[in-house]
């Protein structure tokens, strides 16, 4: 072999040393850093538990206050709700008790009104107390 041949020979084998010891660097860096990213990991894993615990507790606690509020709500609402019926029966057994009577009693009241009138008009008298007598007035109820 020639003198050139074996510089280049020797060139291409170092060349190739440094190229395998370049490989196992990044090989041995790749296992430290997988190890390290491992620990933390681990650690970071470790410092959320607890905070994912107390998310979890929360999250419970307003869906309990939730349904609470809920149950409240609807409770409230047939409250309501028995209450305007408790108050429409009242208005009406008040109409009955008081309005029916009172219309009976305007009726009644228009009735005997109608009838005087009749009976003045009868004797010649169109005037009822100074005013003029409307001759549909007594026959009106309502």
Request: net charge negative; no cysteine.
């Amino acid at each position: 072999m020639n003198g050139w041949a074996t510089v280049f020979l020797g060139v291409i084998a170092t060349a190739t040393v440094i190229l395998v010891a370049v490989q196992v660097g990044v090989i041995v860096y790749m296992g430290q850093l997988a190890r390290r990213i491992d620990r933390m990991s681990a650690l970071i894993e470790r410092d959320i538990e607890p905070v994912i615990a107390n998310f979890n507790a929360i999250s419970a606690s307003a869906a309990r206050a939730a349904s609470l509020a809920v149950a409240q709500m609807e409770r409230a609402d047939r409250l309501f709700a028995d209450f305007v019926q408790r108050a429409d029966e009242t208005v009406s057994i008040i109409q009955n008790l008081l309005v029916t009577p009172v219309r009976e009693g305007r009726a009644v009241l228009a009735a005997i009104t109608g009838a005087v009138a009749a009976f003045r008009q009868l004797r010649g008298d169109n005037t009822v107390r100074g005013a003029a007598l409307d001759e549909e007035d007594p026959l009106f109820i309502g």
